[in-house]
């Protein structure tokens, strides 16, 4: 059975289409000029070759995805769109999931010598430019139980205004309704050796996941450089997992004692974030830096922190006289509380090439490694992509986790490597 959550998520997001058709249609007394409905459907199977560490966890899990899109656009350029999320998984309960990636309308106008965007409904902004990891990235929430690699955001409802002009371009938003992340349950690989209940989600202050959040950012171009600086204040998207030695149920109800189980808790923090690229020619450098205050370290304590990953990529064109190119990646992943941190990048080296034949198919083929500069542990990573038709495509991806310490956070997915197949329709 779906969530508390993706129930009310969902009737909001049906609440928001009615409110928006109307808008769009009815009370602006314009006619459609533009619908377009596009999106994907994929078959997926994943295959993890080591035997499962916990018990009831399997070796394959395969399903489908579901991602379409409505496009309306009215005679007077208020646009709606619309794009929900479907996963079905037949080994977790939790993976099979639905979201709202998209339900917003758009209104765009003029303002002095430039233009400014409003955005209201559920949306997904992007901030960021290294290809490791996005660190200044903090608007939506990850999802993930799509991918480890904690890029894969879902839907948040926003208020979200842009104004740019030859000055920049400067982002406002306000937010409320906080995301909980998803994490794999019982069933499922790539997960720790307890449970995360999500059910039993803690918020500082009272409030709760209803507290609202403001973010801002500008970013110009001045030369060779395109730069951005952003602010958050609100919920951190980032949980602090707390034990449970008795969750059995609602927090505050009556019910059976059950297993240990990992509990998220979600500070408020403040976020200071600057992202910059400067390109000359074939190589880009960039930079992404944060200075994070209130949030919570591996040791449950209050720690103010910076992070910050710098590097760069060279691109070598017409490989050999050919139509191939292939693009080199370095980058240096540190976050200042080194082995108190929640994540992956205490202190990490990422390498990467991107090799792409530039063919009718779009054939493309990038392999990484992410290696613990303080340990000796390394995540190798391997992914194809390859059109059949104009509308069929395929994807194979593998991972593997090599060498990790029993000491680290995530020592419990040493055999959880895996070779995953796609085969996308897109329509």
Known sequence: MPSRITVRLLCFGVCLIGVSVYTVSSRAQAAIAEIDFTGRLSAESRWFPQPALFPDQGSNASGFVAIPNL????????????????????????????????????????????????????????????????????????????????????????????????????????????????????????????????????????????????????????????????????????PTLGLCLDCGGQPGQSSPPGPPALYPTYERIRQFGVDAQWTTGSLLLKLEAIRRTGARNLLSTEEDYNAFVVGGEYSLFSLLGSDSDLTLFVEWDRDGRGRRATNFYENDLFAALRFMLNDVQGTEVTASVLHDLDRSQRIYGLELARRLTDTWSVNLESVAITNIDASDLYYDLRRDGFVQFSLDYHF
């Open 71 to 238: 496009y309306l656009e009215d005679e007077a350029g208020r646009v709606l769109s619309i794009t929900p999320f479907f996963r079905y998984d037949s080994a977790d309960a939790r993976r099979t999931h639905f979201d709202l990636r998209e339900a917003y309308i758009l209104l765009t106008g003029a303002l002095g010598n430039g233009e400014w965007e409003l955005r209201l409904g559920i949306d997904r902004v992007f901030w960021g430019v290294v290809e490791s990891r996005h660190l200044v990235d903090i608007v939506n929430q990850i999802d993930l139980v799509e991918h480890p690699d904690e890029k894969t955001r879902m839907g948040q409802p926003m208020a979200y205004v842009t104004w740019s002009s030859n000055w920049g371009v400067l982002e406002l938003l306000g937010m409320t309704y906080h995301r909980a992340r998803t994490f794999p349950g019982s069933k499922g690989r790539l997960r720790a050796s307890l449970i995360v209940d999500d059910e039993r989600v803690e918020y500082e202050g009272s409030s709760g996941k209803w507290h609202p959040d403001f973010a801002a950012r500008y970013s110009h171009t001045l030369g060779l450089m395109d730069f951005g600086v952003s602010v958050f204040d609100g919920t951190a998207r980032d």
